[in-house]
């Protein structure tokens, strides 16, 4: 139909159906071993948390994720369905994100940046 060939990279097909598990695994994967047994944490309203919870689960380690109160039920839960700790706070993104960068300093995570990381990036 295309007269060529055709490439797709169907990333609807990733296990939590977003490229975003790929730049979370690799984050995690990099984590030393008393950076995963202290804890992930990140912000997200939806696919980054999945990611983040997912990749958390399969290291083993503790994931706890910040979503604003008006994330779709359906990412809370499967969010929750991977194994995380989440905390509704805030109305926006940017209140859940000073959430997360609250309980941060307090419980020693690691932050896992939904874009802002070399290591997400390269994922």
Do not use: W
């Not at 995690?28 to 919870?53: C, D, M, Y």
């Amino acid at each position: 139909m295309a007269g060529c060939n055709v490439y797709l990279e169907l990333e609807n097909l990733q296990r939590t159906g977003s490229f975003k598990l790929r730049g979370a695994y690799n984050k995690v994967a990099a984590l030393t071993p008393e950076e995963r047994n202290k804890g992930v944490i990140a912000a997200s309203a939806g696919n980054h948390a999945q990611g983040v919870a997912l990749a958390a689960s399969v290291y083993g380690c503790q994931s706890t994720i910040c979503m604003p109160r008006h994330a779709p039920l359906t990412k809370v839960a499967a969010t929750r369905g991977y194994g995380a700790n989440v905390v509704l706070h805030g109305d926006f993104f940017d209140e859940a994100a000073a959430k997360a960068v609250a309980l941060t300093k307090e419980h020693g995570y690691t932050f896992v940046h939904p874009f802002n990381d070399p290591l997400v990036i390269a994922g």
